[in-house]
């Protein structure tokens, strides 16, 4: 199976968009709700809990895992690819989504003034601003930490009015920081389900852009360039959801990421 993980329920939109783009393949799903969120959280406890859950996914036979968490992928993902993976199986591979968004910044902006809204740990982190100035130094790169946006979303609080408050102010923000913005990228994949309020604060000509489509297109782009890859993948579009919290409480919430009906169990990481 294709591993996908994230600290909670974001992951679920990514995990949407591959099941659309290659649909044959068999995914399973992990969302440690038991200890989210880990935006806030330090580097250390970060990487501790989310090679966790990568050695739980292991362990249920995915040879290939994303890290559909943009936490994880900024705090965790360098050094479970450098210094674990080579110890406990090189045929293994784990890959984030940071680094396809960073690929193909450059294509949606002329300015080259890009603004990132991201959790406090993605932003500390500059990630972003690493990974973009590697694809392309002359871009430059603008952050805002939003930490209320994940808790507005966990807590079913994204549609009400009292959300707007917090959306307007940080994209207000980040605007401030540079008039020539044209293009925002929603750095958390919790974020997307906050995209009806982003857009009317958002001025017209800027693009927003959500990861999950990106990401999909870079898996598929992935297992083309790593045949030896794709071969050990099942291709019998099988789903398995599991979470580290209450099954019946992540089923309620998945759907909504997810856009269909979700059954999970529940699992020990660790």
Not at 87 to 94: E, G, I, S
Not at 210 to 227: F, K, M, N, T
Not at 245 to 259: K, P, V
């Amino acid at each position: 199976m294709i591993g996908v993980f994230d600290s909670g329920y974001g992951g679920l939109t990514v995990l949407k968009e591959f099941v659309k783009r290659l649909p044959e393949y068999d995914y399973c799903y992990l969302g440690d709700n038991a200890r989210t969120p880990y935006g806030a959280r330090s580097f250390e406890a970060v990487y501790c809990y989310t090679l966790e859950c990568v050695e739980h996914l292991f362990g249920m036979g995915c040879h290939l895992v994303i890290l559909a968490c943009n936490t994880a992928s900024a705090k965790a993902l360098r050094t479970i690819q450098q210094r674990d993976l080579p110890l406990t199986d090189p045929h293994r591979r784990v890959l984030g989504v940071i680094r396809p968004s960073a690929e193909v910044i450059w294509q949606y902006t002329r300015s080259g003034h890009v603004g990132v809204l991201g959790t406090v740990g993605t932003v500390q982190s500059e990630s972003y601003i690493i990974e973009i100035g590697n694809q392309n130094p002359r871009i430059q790169v603008f952050q805002e930490a939003c930490p209320m946006w994940v808790p507005l979303v966990e807590n079913n609080e994204y549609q009400k009015d009292e959300a707007d408050y917090f959306v307007r102010r940080h994209i207000e923000s980040l605007l401030r920081q540079s008039p020539k913005i044209d293009v925002i990228v929603l750095a958390c994949t919790h974020y997307p389900l906050l995209m009806d309020k982003i857009s009317k604060y958002v001025p017209s000509g800027v693009r927003v852009l959500s990861q999950g489509s990106i990401v999909a297109e870079s898996l598929s782009d992935y297992l083309r360039r790593h045949p030896e890859m794709n071969d050990r993948l099942g291709k019998n579009s099988a789903r398995i959801f599991q979470t580290t919290d209450s099954a019946e409480q992540f089923d309620r919430s998945a759907s909504i990421f997810f856009g269909q009906e979700v059954k999970s169990e529940k699992v020990c990481v660790g």
